[in-house]
């Protein structure tokens, strides 16, 4: 029964190619494994967002996440947050830090156990680009977002005109990286071989 639920799910997958970029996120994958939450829309995952104190750290960040997260809901992305869960009780942390080396301005590192089901993530957000110059709010809410799809099991698109394109040149989510996510939480968490 495994082996066809397997089977089936490599299926589904195959047969989005060029609709979603989830071939392109298992074909990099190291452990070819789904991650994603499970069940978490009457359960919300607990989110807490540290406040910032970093050079050009600015409290309208903390709005822009909350965009950012409600631009996924509205996608219909079958995950909800909680982003008012204090410290001890948070599954997932947002930190601040001045700049990152290279080409990037946030990370997202998670955890999952052994079926692909996430448990927790940590989410680092700069305030300067590569570059050295600040970010505002929006850019904050673009990076943001572009963490969020991590966060909720995506990895990176092969395509400029995604969000989740790694060196993100698109301000929205695509109409690809809503199908991915989609797909994504249709489908059981887990390994794929």
Known sequence: MVLLARSETRRRIRA???????????????????HRWD????NPVRVYVAPGRVANYR???????????GRWEDAGVPVRFNLDADS???E?????????EGERTGET???WDQDGRLTSGLVTLATFDPKGQPLGEDDVRVVAMHEIGHLI??????????LMFATTKVRDLSQRDI????????LAPGSLR
């Open 88 to 90: 001890a009780a948070a």
């Open 39 to 42: 069940n978490r829309i009457q």
């Open 59 to 69: 409290p309208g960040f903390v709005d822009a996440i909350h965009r950012a997260f």
């Open 153 to 162: 099991g995506l990895d990176h698109s092969p395509d400029s005109t995604d």
């Open 92 to 100: 997932v942390r947002f930190q601040w830090r001045i700049q990152f």
């Open 109 to 111: 590192e998670l955890q």
């Open 179 to 186: 199908q991915t996510a989609m797909l994504l939480y249709q």
């Open 16 to 34: 989005s190619a060029g609709l979603t970029y989830l071939t392109d996120i298992v074909a990099e994958s190291q452990d070819s494994m789904l």
